[in-house]
């Protein structure tokens, strides 16, 4: 698979993200009369910045391409801690909020997702070269 591929999936994958957690928030907070209109905003605009960055990295852009790897690392990190505190605060007495694991955990997924595509080496090869 070619770094053009790659990125592809990339943008693929944060749009089924976008997907996953418009779902798991309606299950959450209920189907309401704005569910729909959330839910579409929520698909179209991640659609939308996945494609406009996809592009940017296709044309060789490597601010973006740092952004995204330092983006992707941090938000692993941060949803990790998340996952943690969740994780002690339940065993403390607290409760468990499932939605909210597996919102933090399909957050830290493609956080590392990002992480790992940008870092591949065709990927990087891909950006960097003039």
């Known amino acids: 698979m070619d770094a053009r591929a790659k990125l592809e999936g ?20 209920g189907f309401d009369s704005q569910w729909l209109l959330r839910a579409a905003l929520r698909i179209g605009v991640t659609f939308g910045l996945a494609w406009y960055l996809t592009t940017e990295l296709d044309r060789r852009s490597s601010l973006v391409w740092a952004f995204g790897v330092v983006f992707g690392l941090l938000g692993a990190i941060a949803r990790a801690i998340q996952i943690i505190e969740m994780l002690v605060g339940a065993g403390r007495g607290g409760g468990l909020d499932l939605g909210a694991l597996l919102l933090a955990a399909g957050s830290g997924y493609i956080h590392i ?7 591949d080496p065709q990927v990087k090869r891909h950006v960097m070269l003039d």
Do not use: P, S
Request: aromatic share 18%; charged share 25%; no cysteine.
């Open 113 to 119: 997702q990002t992480f790992r595509v940008l870092r």
């Open 10 to 29: 990339l943008r693929r994958q944060w749009v089924v993200y976008a997907v996953f957690v418009a779902i798991l928030e309606a299950f959450r907070e």
